[in-house]
């Protein structure tokens, strides 16, 4: 038993920060936000090659064979710096795709190098006519129909959502058949997965921003971090992120639909309460568009429903169908 | 020795859990002993406590010369999961093994260790602890306990309060004000270790919420103390019983085995109870909860085995156990309805054991300003 990230595992997390923390992504979320799709592009080919979108790619067609612990530290960081686009999503087609050769080879390379951005409708484990995520900018259009898995030729018009970085499309559920029985269940643990490191990301990215506000806000003549009640609610935002993060990486490590659901639930709950403390705190600023804590408010509360609402990953860890 | 993360344990470690699995079914009472909180219950769990040491299962963490296994950390996480999945009694002798131990290990003298340890791990010696004053609480260092230096020793005159186990333990440690004019409260403090029967000490018993004689007053009359049960230098207590604080927060005082089995129990209750819809979330929270605090435990055992020492994080650690804990007792006491109410029960015993966790061990409060000034790098404010 040994549960630590190894040299090369931290090593992969602090280049990554250190390439997020130089791209403003404030600014590329707001033209994302815009349909502006061009500095999201420009953004994702580098993080594709740092490798993150090749973790859930077999070697023979470009990635790093299915790595779950290194695609959590990665999507850690991508929700640490708010990076827009349907990374998550990327990865659910990844798997899917992976599942049969002729798909793999056609389709796996170009996602592994970031030349094509991936989308699925969300309600694939129902088979339903979903919503997918940023089908506008996406290459590759995933969509869940009652006869498999179908190659979306286009996107319908973009619905908003409580994130405006989150362009919700529908996906026509017509054109070509690649797949009559797609690996759901394997495509939603990784996706799954994924949110939940993105959840525990966006939570401590609202947890540093507070910290740093409230040590310079005065009131009464003090810094408001000096007040117990804010020194406490913060206490209790660092307990629910600092034990939901070895539920996430616990989960890489197993992959088993009952961890990775606990993962999922733990993660997405603490980045939510991240969230309501960090506007609490900010007061009425936080609650300005203008602000930049905006990106990552609106984010822990979208992720929290997406691959998995509270109640579904519970009824996972239950073993309940 | 490879550094990739690993969740499995070793062949040999779980040759270890077979070798502790096999005994604990053997020798496990079929019933529940009677609470530990009566002196019929007090001595029935000092006997287990007994027939754990025969078989060197009492202290597995300790060195075989004291009594145990020289088990390393991950084995005494894997004893502690075997030991509370097979329904074993509680430890009467847990104020001594996690509090007291772990400082003779650390500020102790060779001679203390042979002499102390030993008879604390077969149960021979309970130890209570002595910290509380009725004016020093949250606040220890305001303690007024005198030690007073005498030929070959100590004269301890003063009051201390809510001590666990003092009503029918054998001995105490706490801290004394042995220098009463320096600067600061936190200096002039004399950690010592001291008999509850010996002349000049009186034990007055509080009864807990539910009228057991949990805890008592200690009332202390120029009680002698040998300098042979000073740890440490005198002056420097409060140091040594920091240092002891930091373990009893961080990893030896509630192991993770504890709630993942009670979170199975609950677990099986609710399917009993026919799996109701309206617990589901409650029981899955639960579930989740203690498997989170398993994986925790284990990211700070792998740092600590690393050489890290684990400092203010323990605090982190404080208040999710302990709220845990009420929250898994909580859930079953309401799937159980209107029976919940009765005492006696083991979920009832241990919902009142839980509602003192957010309490003792330093308040959650005094846990979540450590957290806000150590963790989050805060400004101090008023308490």
Redesign the interface.
């Known amino acids: 038993?040994?549960?630590?990230?190894?040299?090369g595992?931290r090593d992969f997390a602090s280049a990554l920060r250190a390439l997020l923390a130089a791209a403003d992504t404030p600014r590329v979320v707001r033209d994302w936000s815009r349909g502006e799709h061009a500095s999201g592009r420009a953004l994702w080919g580098r993080i594709a090659e740092a490798g993150v979108f090749g973790l859930a790619v077999p070697e023979e067609y470009g990635g790093a064979g299915r790595r779950p612990?290194e695609l959590a530290v990665a999507f850690v960081e991508l929700g640490r710096y708010a990076v827009p686009g349907p990374s998550v999503e990327t990865v659910a087609a990844a798997v899917l795709l992976g599942e049969r050769a002729d798909l793999a080879k056609r389709f796996l390379p170009e996602l592994a190098s970031g030349s094509a951005m991936a989308t699925v409708t969300m309600s694939f484990a129902r088979h339903g006519y979903g919503l997918a995520l940023d089908g506008d900018a996406a290459q590759v259009r995933l969509a869940a129909t009652p006869e498999g898995l179908r190659l979306s030729p286009g996107a319908g018009a973009v619905r908003r959502s409580l994130d405006p970085a989150r362009r919700l499309t529908p996906l026509p559920p017509v054109g070509e058949l690649v797949g009559a029985e797609p690996a759901w269940a394997e495509a939603l643990l990784w996706a799954r997965l994924a949110t939940a490191a993105q959840a525990l990301g966006v939570g401590l990215a609202l947890?540093d921003r507070t910290?740093a506000y409230?040590?310079q806000r005065t009131q009464f003549g003090?810094?408001i971090?000096?007040?117990?009640a804010?020194?406490?609610r913060?206490?209790?935002v660092?307990?629910a992120l600092?034990?939901?993060?070895?539920?996430v990486?616990?989960a890489a490590?197993?992959m088993s639909p009952a961890?990775v659901a606990?993962a999922k639930?733990?993660a997405c709950e603490a980045g939510y309460a991240a969230a309501r403390a960090a506007l609490q705190l900010h007061g009425a600023i936080g609650y300005t568009a203008e602000y930049d804590l905006s990106l990552w408010l609106t984010k822990a509360r979208a992720l929290r429903g997406a691959w998995g609402a509270p109640?579904e990953?519970?009824?996972v860890?239950?073993g309940?169908p | 020795m490879t550094e990739a993360v690993d969740l499995t344990h070793t062949p040999a470690d779980e040759e270890f859990r077979a070798e502790a699995r096999a005994w604990l079914t053997a020798h496990v009472p079929p019933r529940p002993l009677p609470s530990l909180e009566t002196a019929e219950g007090f001595a029935a769990h000092r006997a287990w406590e007994a027939e754990l040491a025969a078989d060197r299962w009492s202290v597995v963490s300790w060195p075989e010369r004291y009594g145990g296994r020289d088990a390393g950390l991950v084995r005494w996480l894997v004893f502690e999961e075997e030991y509370y999945a097979a329904g074993a009694p509680g430890r009467v002798g847990q104020n001594g093994v996690s509090l007291l131990a772990p400082t003779l290990f650390d500020h102790g003298t060779e001679e203390q260790r042979a002499r102390v340890l030993p008879p604390m791990a077969t149960g021979e010696v309970v130890w209570a602890q002595a910290w509380s004053e009725p004016e020093a609480g949250s606040d220890l260092a305001a303690l007024r306990s005198r030690a007073v230096r005498t030929a070959g020793g100590w004269l301890l005159t003063g009051q201390k309060t809510w001590s666990s186990r003092a009503a029918f333990a054998d001995r105490a440690f706490g801290l004394f004000r042995s220098d009463p004019d320096t600067p600061g409260p936190h200096q002039g403090l004399t950690y010592l270790m001291f008999d509850l029967r010996a002349p000049g000490v009186t034990v007055r018993p509080i009864g807990r919420l539910d009228g057991k004689p949990a805890f008592a007053e200690l009332f202390l009359d120029q009680v002698f103390v040998p300098d042979e049960d000073v740890i440490g230098e005198p002056g420097q207590g409060w140091r040594i019983a920091m240092s002891t604080a930091g373990n009893e927060r961080g990893l030896t005082l509630r192991s993770p085995g504890r709630f993942l089995a009670c979170a199975d129990r609950l677990l099986s209750l609710w399917q009993e109870q026919g799996a109701p819809e309206s617990a589901a979330a409650g029981v899955a929270d639960a579930v989740v909860r203690a498997r989170a605090y398993q994986l925790f435990t284990y990211a700070a055992a792998s740092r600590h085995l690393d050489g890290e020492a684990l400092g203010p994080e323990s605090s982190l650690n404080k208040v999710f156990w302990s709220e845990l804990d009420l929250a898994l007792h909580e859930t079953a006491l309401d799937l159980l309805g209107p029976a919940g109410e009765e005492a006696g029960s083991p979920w009832s015993e241990g919902y009142v054991f839980a509602l003192a966790g957010p309490v003792y061990a330093g308040t959650n409060e005094i846990q979540r300003d450590i957290i806000a000034e150590r963790l989050l790098g805060l400004p101090k404010g008023r308490r």
Do not use: N, Y
């Open positions: 038993m040994r549960f630590l990230l190894d040299t595992q612990v947890l910290v409230v040590k003090v810094p971090g000096s007040f117990q804010v020194r406490h913060l206490a209790d660092r307990i600092e034990f939901a993060r070895p539920l990486f616990g490590v197993t961890d606990a639930l733990s109640e990953c519970r009824r860890v239950l309940r």
